[in-house]
């Protein structure tokens, strides 16, 4: 089973900074893929195949990687960004989710 | 619109048993494979069992196999999750989602909630 391993835990931006949440597989996987929680909500597609934006995710949102390392990036952090951001990948026979990266608002 | 309505959790006994439901519309329920995720109070997300649109694959994670079944009903657009042997440790807010050819969860249910305590 491929386990992957987000960082930080928790982190606190101010509005307008750039942020980056990093994901880090055991072994090499194909793609990655984020979705974004808040509180009493249940998860959305935030980021898909690594780089692709589900549908209304807002522009200042990217994604990149390959192989054993990924990474979530907000340019001009937003108030409305302040969430769980949680990493995920398939290899065969499991589904495996990082721990979540919780985003504040500073 | 795609709908996934979550129903039949509860709190129940350790070692007791539960099925949930997941009822689905505004798809065509029967091509897509189908997943249960859970995440306990204050954690993170877990997942817990797929099964391909035809019911052909299923697949467990290692904390629930043996102990879990999931099934579904194409006719009535309906995905099973039956429980047993429960655990304290299977407290959590289960959610329905399905899955795409490219292994993301696009959409979920609202959740419902497992709660095993005696």
């Known amino acids: 089973e491929i386990v992957l391993t987000q960082s930080p835990t928790t982190m606190t931006a101010s509005p307008g900074e750039k942020v980056t949440i990093t994901c880090r597989a055991s072994s090499s996987v194909s793609y990655m893929h984020w979705y974004q929680q808040k509180p009493g909500a249940s998860p959305k597609p935030w980021i898909y195949e690594t780089s692709k934006l589900a549908s209304g995710v807002p522009d200042r949102f990217s994604g990149s990687g390959s192989g054993t390392s990924y990474s979530l990036t907000i340019n001009n952090m937003e108030a409305e960004d302040a969430a769980t951001y949680y990493c995920?990948?398939?290899?065969?026979?499991?589904?495996?989710f990082g721990a979540g990266t919780k985003l504040e608002l500073k | 619109e795609v709908q996934l309505v979550e129903s039949g959790g509860g709190l129940v006994q350790p070692g007791r048993s539960l099925k949930l439901s997941c009822l689905a519309s505004g798809f065509t329920f029967s091509n897509y494979g189908m997943n249960w995720i859970r995440q306990a109070p204050g954690k993170g997300l877990e997942w817990v069992a797929s099964i391909s649109s035809s019911s052909s694959y299923i697949y467990y994670a290692d904390t629930v196999k043996g102990r879990f079944t999931i099934s579904r009903d194409n006719a009535k657009n309906t995905l099973y999750l039956q429980m047993t042997s429960l655990r304290s440790e299977d407290t959590a807010l289960y959610y329905c989602?399905?899955?795409?050819?490219?292994?993301?969860?696009?959409?979920w249910g609202q959740g419902v909630m497992v709660t095993v305590s005696s």
């Open positions: 989602a399905r899955h795409t050819i490219g292994a993301l969860f696009d959409y």
């Open positions: 995920q990948q398939w290899n065969y026979p499991s589904y495996t």
